[in-house]
């Protein structure tokens, strides 16, 4: 039996007073930075032989800490000298894993802390130990270098999820234990499942409730109230692996088969944007999605670029740049909620973009189940993973739940209307 944190608060406060008090400066120190005494038994790298540390939990579990401690563990025992730092992307690999409030410089003592150096992407601790980070959208980054271990966060949101996966583990060939720790909140994708049942792999799950004390109290109040005993409450704070919701419009499965590493050439490229009734951080999303055409008549979802939370002038200028980013050709807005404005401000950022207006006759799931169709009979396929919009496409029914609106699927099925159904003269759609 381990003293920890927890057996210190068992103890009364006088012999709790006694152990504080008893300890030299130097002790309390190192004390501070003692991860195995601070953390909760999930929060440690399983015992046995393992070459996958899975660790599934919801959010505020403590993930991030866990994971920059295992690295840390790492780097300061020599165990591993080439460590891999790989997050949904690049840019959140520094913003979380290195630079995040429970991140690498973070939880490193002031003895040894490791120096960063953004523009070659790495963490050098003093014993020559070396971490680079890396980005899931770019897979091919992780073709040739090698690692003795590697940290992979979020792997339920990697963009390239089954190839990035693929080219870390041709590389992890260093040592004679080469091994990964996975921290994310769990999502049914093929990734996830096939890790969750796998023999070389020790898995860990734990809740947001495991550290509900270390969380701001509105947190509880307010996100835990909200999402507490919904789906989205259930993979998101009790870390449930969740397969298909009934009467969904679409499947996980069905989606997994419809993936491609990318487009062909594509003879048409719209961006179609749904805008939001209101402004500030409880309004609903500005869906934004691309979508393109090839020239045998198959549809390729390329991305994703919705926001929550942003003036329209804020959405439209990541709706026009997702437009020139693609060299799209339109830009699709629906016209129900505010369309006119809508259309103006975009034309405010860019008065050339070509637009085109779209009017809502039908409800969101007649509308969705054309385009349902398209996906049964094999005609769209998504570039990578798309996962936020997946999320929302394969809990569609059509019934709003608790705190979801599918804004996301509804610029999508803007969109493929206007590339695929548009000429049958369904929904109305009048050219500005």
């Not at 070459?51 to 591993?80: D, P």
Request: glycine share 8%; charged share 20%.
């Amino acid at each position: 039996m381990r003293f920890s944190a927890n057996s210190l608060r068992q103890l009364n406060s006088h012999q709790q007073r006694q152990f504080l008090e008893g300890l030299t400066d130097l002790e309390a120190t190192v004390l501070l930075y003692d991860w195995p005494f601070w953390a909760r038994s999930n929060q440690l790298p399983p015992q046995g032989e393992w070459a996958h540390w899975l660790l599934l939990a919801g959010r505020g579990f403590g993930k991030t800490r866990a994971g920059a401690e295992w690295v840390r563990s790492l780097a300061e025992s020599g165990e591993a000298e080439r460590i891999a730092l790989i997050a949904p992307t690049q840019a959140d690999a520094r913003a979380v894993m290195v630079e995040g409030d429970s991140g690498l410089l973070a939880i490193a003592p002031p003895w040894n802390r490791p120096k960063f150096e953004p523009s070659k992407r790495t963490l050098t601790w003093k014993n020559g130990v070396v971490a680079t980070l890396f980005g899931a959208e770019e897979p091919e980054r992780l073709r040739g270098p090698q690692h003795h271990a590697a940290w992979c966060d979020e792997l339920a949101s990697w963009r390239h999820a089954e190839a990035t996966w693929d080219n870390l583990l041709f590389g992890l060939r260093l040592g004679k234990c080469p091994r990964t720790m996975i921290t994310t909140t769990p999502k049914p994708t093929s990734l996830i499942k096939a890790l969750v049942v796998g023999d070389n792999v020790a898995l860990t799950k734990g809740t947001t409730f495991d550290n509900l004390d270390n969380l701001a109290p509105s947190f509880a109040t307010e996100i835990i109230k909200k999402y507490e005993g919904t789906r989205t409450g259930r993979q998101e704070l009790m870390a449930e692996i969740l397969e298909d919701v009934p009467g969904a419009l679409w499947q996980r499965n069905m989606l997994d088969r419809l993936r491609a590493a990318s487009a062909p050439d594509l003879v048409r490229i719209v961006v179609a944007v749904d805008p939001p009734v209101s402004v500030g951080k409880k309004a609903d999303e500005c869906g934004i999605v691309a979508v393109g055409l090839s020239e045998d008549g198959f549809a390729f979802v390329l991305a994703d670029a919705s926001v929550q939370g942003l003036s329209p002038a804020g959405w439209a200028k990541k709706a026009v740049a997702l437009y020139h980013g693609l060299a799209a050709d339109r830009i699709v807005i629906e016209s129900n909620q505010g369309g006119a404005m809508a259309e103006a401000v975009v034309r405010e950022i860019d008065p050339s973009a070509a637009i085109t207006q779209v009017f809502a006759r039908r409800g969101k799931h007649a509308r969705a189940e054309p385009i349902a169709a398209l996906y049964e009979q094999g005609r769209v396929f998504h570039v990578g993973a798309l996962p936020v919009l997946e999320d929302q496409m394969c809990a569609f029914t059509g019934e709003r739940q608790k705190g979801q609106s599918p804004d996301r699927v509804d610029a999508l099925v803007w969109a493929l209307t206007h590339l695929m159904l548009a000429p049958v003269g369904s929904p109305k759609i009048r050219s500005l």
